[in-house]
């Protein structure tokens, strides 16, 4: 059976997993890292992990090499650390804050949790080597995690409540959770993202697709290079999203919107349009006009 690779790629793409970089050094101190998201755990007797690498890579031959190499699971606020060991560079390690852990691989600061592996075993996978590493130390530090799902970065937002329709419990019962401004606005988003989410999926565009194509159609005289700095999106995402994009006549070679782009648009502008009305439909227009005021500061406060 033929599959169109890129199809294949976008589909797989609906699987959420977290972003890791990988690292290893030679025997020579020749070090490598390399963002991945196939990560995943084999088994607990003995403690196996894998992740997979292109036969193509430059880094290949020195994973192949090391005694050992170390998965470094990226927290939430390491975007850049990820599009940084993402992009092809000279010396990826010149500004990354690091310690040697086994076989002198290279450990992350300030990551969710990491593994430090000695080299067990190396699959044949089609066009992908797999990488088996059987599990000498970990550290858990315990931070939120960096996620990414259709060919966008994400974070965890944990479900608060044990079923998403339950009501709300009286603010009697839960008097400092309820008068939260954190727990409050992750209860807000969850509901959001619950609502919206499927209504633009519904469109037919992955979440990374949608955003490129709703920034096009705000912009004028977009360059790729300035799409990787208006989205926060990998790099190859940007790429591969434009492609689809363009594949599906949505947009022109020079990134400006076909008919059928601004139709899309739209569409796109119309479902986030309602869903804002709906939420704010108990707001006078002051009061939403406010609120927007408010969120503005407390964004430029964040940033």
């Known amino acids: 059976m ?3 690779p890129k199809e294949f790629r976008r589909c797989l793409g609906n699987f959420a997993t977290g972003v890791t970089v990988i690292t290893a050094q030679s025997e020579d101190g020749t070090k490598v890292g390399v963002t991945a998201n196939s990560f995943n755990s084999v088994s ?11 036969k193509e890579s430059g880094s290949y031959p020195v994973f192949e090499k090391a005694s ?4 470094n699971i990226l927290a939430a606020d390491q975007i850049d650390v990820s599009n940084h060991f993402a992009r092809r560079t000279e010396d990826k390690f010149a500004e990354a804050e690091f310690t040697l852990g086994a076989g002198s691989a290279p450990l992350l600061a300030n990551t969710a949790a990491n593994f430090q592996c000695e080299n ?13 590493g059987k ?16 060919g966008n970065y994400a974070g965890a937002i944990p479900f608060t409540g044990t079923q998403s329709s339950d009501p709300v419990a009286s603010p009697s019962t839960l008097e400092r959770l309820h008068n939260s401004a954190i727990y409050l606005m992750n209860k807000v988003l969850q509901k ?3 609502n919206y989410l499927p209504k633009q999926s519904a469109a037919g565009l992955s979440t990374s697709e949608a955003r490129l194509l709703l920034v096009l159609s705000d912009t004028s005289n977009t360059t790729l290079e300035d799409l990787k700095h208006l989205v ?4 190859e995402d940007v790429a591969a999203g434009v492609e689809s994009l363009q594949q599906f006549g949505f947009i022109n070679a020079d990134f400006s919107l076909t008919p059928k782009g601004q139709e899309m648009a739209d569409r796109l502008w119309d479902i986030s349009q309602k869903q804002t009305d709906q939420v704010f439909e108990e707001f006078t227009d002051e009061e939403y006009e406010v609120f927007k005021q408010q969120l503005q500061m407390l964004l430029r406060q964040l940033c």
């Open 2 to 4: 033929n599959f169109d």
């Open 44 to 54: 607990l007797d003995p403690p196996l992990v894998l992740w997979s690498i292109i």
């Open 68 to 71: 050992h190499f170390a998965v």
């Open 120 to 132: 067990y075993q190396i699959v044949d996978g089609g066009d992908h080597w797999i990488m088996i």
């Open 135 to 150: 599990v000498v130390a970990f550290e858990n530090h315990s931070r939120s995690p960096l996620l990414y799902v259709q």
């Open 192 to 194: 959001i993202q619950e």
């Open 232 to 235: 926060t999106i990998p790099e």
